[in-house]
Every structure is written in C-alpha cells, then in structure tokens.
C-alpha cells in the first residue's frame, strides 16, 4: 500500500514537472513569437517610409502617399502621418493635412521628423487662418531656436513678430532648415557625426 503511494506521488510528480515544462515552453514561444512579430513589424514600417522618402524626394507624391499610408498603418511613430500631412499640404488639402498632423502629433515622436511636424503644424494652421497658427510658429522657432539654427531663422522671428506672414516663402526657408537639420540629425544617429554628435559637445 505504503508502495502504491510513493509510485502515486512520483507519478503526480512527474507529471507536474512536465506541465511546468510545457508552460515554460509555450511563453518562451509566444515571447519569441512576439519578439519575430515586432522585429518584422518594424521592418516593414522603416522599409515602407524609406520607400516613401525616396519617392517623396523625387516629388512624386503619389506613389510616396502610397508607402507612407502603408507605414502609418501600423503607428510607429510620428513620421509616416507627418509625410503625410506634407503631401496633403502641399495639395492644397488642408483640412485633410490638419488631421494628419494631428495624428502625428499623438504619435510616439520621431526625432529626425520632429522638427517637419513643428513647420508643417505651424503651416497648416496658418493656412487654414486658425487662432492657432502663431502660436505653432513660435513653438516651431522655439524649437528650431535651440538647434544650432541657421541664419534664416531671424526671418522667421522677423514674419512673426509683425504678423505678416508670406506662407511660400515661409515653407521655403522652413525646408532648408528641415533638410540641414535631418540630414545633421542622421549623421548623429547613424554615425555620431554631425552637429549633434558626442565628439562636436566635448568641445
């Protein structure tokens, strides 16, 4: 009898052991399911938006609308909605590019495209005649402001100050503040060069 026991309570042993294992076997699945998942979720996403960059470069804004749609599907971040916003803009499709911007705005952010959504914020309410627009351009200054900006920011404060706002002329100095400061921003990224690099604050 005493036998019969000792057999019953190995047996149960065993077989608690061996769920334990199985347990511990299917979350060690499921994380590295959930890890493959994420990892191809974001390769997807960053090839999408580098697609649509590309083509964006290019001004074929079709075809870029296309992937950024694509990579804002799956809300990353900030960027794709922000390229998105910009396209919109640049078609005349305000309201549709408000939306946009806004979605970027509750996005996780993106450092190399921070700055884009501040002007084209700052832009889109201004076009709209939106209460709101000065005080996006003075945030976008602000921001631009502690960035090693270049020169053509005191144009910026200049159209600000007076309230007379030239919007061609102001997107136009805005897109060469945007490209010089994304460019420095993925170098220090990418290669901790740049304006924003360790090396260039030790000094």
């Not at 191809?40 to 296309?66: D, H, M, P, V, W």
């Not at 911007?101 to 952010?109: D, L, N, Q, T, V």
């Not at 709209?128 to 005191?154: H, V």
């Amino acid at each position: 009898m005493q036998r019969r026991e000792l057999y019953r309570g190995d047996k149960r042993k065993r077989y608690l052991q061996g769920m334990r294992k199985a347990v511990h076997t299917a979350i060690g699945l499921a994380l590295l399911s959930l890890l493959l998942s994420s990892c191809t979720t974001y390769g997807i996403y960053a090839g999408n938006l580098r697609s649509g960059k590309n083509f964006f470069n290019e001004g074929k804004y079709t075809e870029a609308q296309r992937y950024f749609e694509e990579a804002a599907a799956r809300n990353i971040d900030g960027a794709a909605f922000t390229y998105l916003a910009v396209i919109a803009y640049r078609q005349n499709d305000l309201h549709r590019a408000s939306g946009l911007i806004a979605s970027a705005g509750k996005s996780p952010p993106d450092t190399i495209t921070s700055l884009r959504m501040y002007a084209y914020k700052a832009l889109i309410l201004l076009g709209l005649d939106d209460p709101g627009g000065m005080k996006a351009l003075k945030e976008y200054i602000d921001r631009y402001d502690s960035l090693y900006p270049l020169e053509s920011i005191k144009d910026i404060k200049d159209m600000w100050r007076s309230g007379k706002i030239d919007r061609v002329f102001l997107e136009a100095i805005m897109d060469e503040q945007i490209r010089w400061y994304e460019q420095d921003m993925e170098l220090y990224i990418y290669d901790n060069l740049g304006y924003y690099s360790r090396d260039r604050r030790e000094f």
